[in-house]
């Protein structure tokens, strides 16, 4: 049983031979959505690599391949991590963590408006 995929287009493929996947997979565009947000980066990707690990242990398992993943980096939600089986919820995902990064800095704007006003 393998655990390594490659993208065709939007769909993930199981790849069998481990030359053909490191080939395609190094030259595949694996980027979902990336996007910086006041010094703070929200990326999403693909990953290659079911990280299922659950169908390892049981290869009888008829669960989803988690191929795809979010990561926030700086700001309060540091180190945010999601993870997802298809393309569409990989950007689903990815919208969810902006507006959780947007939301945090609108309150770091507010917060600073409500000190200048206190100062007036």
Known sequence: MSNNYIL???SPKQVFNLIEWAEKFQNSKRTVQRDLIRGVEVST???GIDHNFSSM??????????LF????????HDGYQKRYCTW???EEGH???LKMVNANAWQKFANWIKRILSKI
């Open 95 to 97: 919208q969810l963590a």
């Open 8 to 10: 065709i287009g939007k």
């Open 88 to 90: 569409d919820e990989a």
């Open 69 to 76: 993943e979010t990561m926030v980096f700086g700001g309060k």
């Open 57 to 66: 242990f049981n290869p009888e398992s008829d669960a989803r391949p988690i």
């Open 45 to 47: 990707v693909f990953l």
